[in-house]
């Protein structure tokens, strides 16, 4: 059964340059993004089959790349945070709650044309 991840980076800004954060955001974002993790409200987001610690073990590796590939950068000084949560257990507090969705039909052009006519009526009695 696939799981859905997130991928929740944050460098160093009090630390570190913008400059350079912004250097090491673009290496990580294009890493990641070359592995087919979207980019979603702030976070990585992908489905995996694995659980959270062989996961967690795949984004240690790539990040372990970007380091070999770039042993100037020391990317690990820049990561303030750096942690991966299942969406599938997380609940967006700014989202409703659909658990009560409302049933929606489709109306037809006729059933438009009444409510139309029951809302100048409407406000022709208010206006009166």
Request: with cysteine.
């Amino acid at each position: 059964m696939s799981r859905r991840y997130g991928l929740f980076i944050n460098l160093d800004y009090k630390n570190r340059s913008s400059q350079e954060c912004t250097l090491i955001w673009d290496i990580i974002k294009t890493t990641f993004d070359e592995q087919g993790f979207l980019f979603e409200k702030r976070i990585f987001v992908f489905s995996s089959e694995h659980d959270i610690e062989q996961v967690s073990n795949l984004v240690v590796q790539l990040l372990d790349q970007i380091q070999i590939n770039s042993p100037e950068l020391h990317i690990y000084n820049y990561l303030s945070d750096c942690f991966i949560l299942s969406l599938d257990e997380c609940k967006d507090i700014k989202r409703p709650d659909t658990s009560n969705t409302i049933m929606v039909e489709d109306l037809n052009p006729e059933d438009l044309k009444l409510i139309e006519m029951e809302y100048q009526d409407l406000f022709k009695n208010i206006n009166s």
